[in-house]
């Protein structure tokens, strides 16, 4: 039997200062980060990398370039950068630069109605076979509805899911995260997700709605869903 492969706990979606909506600066970002326990973090500033170089460059927590990217028809975010991609371009195009720098193409927050930048539907669908990820939780949308769409969506068409922060506050950093064999490569990274562990606050769902959280996105969705929340 192989020995076990170390697990490492990752946040996979934060902003800095960088970002036109959020006042974290980098330096803000990684002593958060530090006092949450992570081990690794992506930095996914709106059409921007500056804050992921900076906090990488401190060297304190291993730091992935990421950047959510403003395209067209809306956000998709690329992480494992080398450098930035401009915004306002098609998807497609911005998802084939991203793997044309050996980077992942994630589809962040794709079914949240109550924000503007959300990748068009056609968008996503016309371009699937391009996505390596779905960001299946995100922890700022506030219907759990919309985040379950994507735990099935994703579901659906065989892709791999994240769960993320999109932390734009500093008291946010942390609060949803995954437990992850260790990689040292994009690929890696993507082969491990399916075994990864979500991580996330005891108080953000009732219990049932914890467990059903907790098989989808470890073994695809169950045939039955729990009651919805009542209060």
Do not use: Y
């Not at 902003?15 to 996914?44: C, N």
């Not at 794709?110 to 299946?136: H, K, Q, S, Y």
């Amino acid at each position: 039997m192989g020995e076990r492969q170390e697990r490492i706990r990752v946040e996979i979606h934060v902003h800095t200062a960088f970002s036109f909506d959020s006042k974290a600066a980098p330096e803000e970002v990684e002593e958060a980060a530090l006092r949450a326990g992570v081990d690794r973090i992506a930095v996914t500033d709106h059409d921007t990398i500056e804050g992921a170089l900076r906090l990488r460059g401190r060297g304190r927590i291993e730091t992935i370039i990421g950047e959510e990217v403003t395209t067209s028809l809306g956000d998709v975010i690329g992480l494992f950068l080398e450098s930035p991609l401009p915004p306002g371009v098609e998807p497609e195009r911005t998802m084939d630069a991203i793997h044309e720098q050996g980077g992942l193409v994630v589809i962040p927050h794709p079914f949240d109605a109550r924000r503007g930048t959300t990748l068009f539907p056609e968008a996503l669908e016309r371009c699937v076979d391009r996505i390596d990820a779905i960001e299946g939780w995100n922890g700022r949308i506030r219907r759990p509805a919309d985040n379950e769409r994507a735990l099935l969506f994703a579901r659906d068409h065989g892709l791999p899911v994240l769960v993320g922060s999109d932390a734009h506050r500093t008291d946010e950093i942390g609060r949803w995260m995954m437990r992850i064999e260790s990689f040292d490569s994009p690929g890696r990274f993507l082969a491990a997700l399916p075994r990864a562990e979500p991580l996330f606050p005891e108080s953000s769902r009732k219990p049932e709605r914890r467990r059903w959280l907790d098989r989808v996105l470890r073994n695809g969705a169950p045939t039955a869903r729990p009651e919805p929340d009542r209060g």
